[in-house]
């Protein structure tokens, strides 16, 4: 069966990105199965670490995933440090990394209006640097979604009609 890694872009149990994560696993239907990541737990990047178990572990899930689903809020008109963060982790050695041909989702939620748009290209531009296959298709963004939570999932049901298309269409794309 199919494995997709979930990747939250937020730290917060509450979050919107966390929720939206929630929504799209209740829609998969037994197409794939559904692990979500925890990049959080990760230490600060430092070239000089070569043996934390932690960091060890995350680039091991994302190996064995046939496809990653980022799903992530905007910072400060970007990707959050913390995704930055285990991305930078899991990007050694360069042009050998976890991401190199991983296929990738790319979602976004904000608070404001853009739904994080900002953010998604800046994350889909590292993703290409790393050499990553960013599935080609519509962006998939959440606007005001932290008022769209309900009961810790997403409640939006013409925005989840939408990315659960896509999220299909990512699936069927992993072949």
């Known amino acids: 069966m199919t494995e ?3 990747l939250p872009g937020s730290l917060r149990a509450a ?3 966390r929720a939206t994560i929630a929504a799209l696993i209740d829609r998969l239907d037994g197409r794939a199965r559904a692990v979500v990541a925890d990049p959080g737990a990760l230490p600060l990047y430092n070239a000089d670490v ?3 178990p932690e960091v ?6 994302l190996r064995a995933a046939d496809g990653l689903v980022f799903v992530t809020p905007e ?3 970007s990707v959050p440090g913390m995704l930055k963060n285990a991305i930078d982790w899991a990007s050694r050695p360069a042009f ?3 991401f190199k041909g991983k296929k990738c989702l790319v979602i976004s939620t904000s608070g404001g209006a853009l739904g994080g748009v900002r953010a998604q ?4 531009y590292i993703l290409h640097g790393m050499l990553a296959e960013v599935f080609p298709a519509r962006e998939v963004v959440v606007p005001f979604a932290n008022a769209k939570v309900e009961d810790g999932k997403l409640n939006d049901q013409a925005i989840l009609d939408f990315a659960g298309a896509t ?3 990512f699936i069927d794309w992993l072949g």
């Not at 060890?56 to 899930?61: G, M, N, V, Y």
């Not at 290209?121 to 889909?124: Q, R, T």
Request: proline share 0%.
């Open 121 to 124: 290209g800046h994350l889909k």
């Open 50 to 52: 070569t043996d934390n």
């Open 56 to 61: 060890a572990a995350f680039i091991a899930q």
């Open 96 to 98: 050998e990394s976890a």
């Open 15 to 17: 979050s919107s990105s």
């Open 167 to 169: 999220l299909a269409q």
């Open 4 to 6: 997709l890694l979930f």
């Open 75 to 77: 910072y400060n008109y």
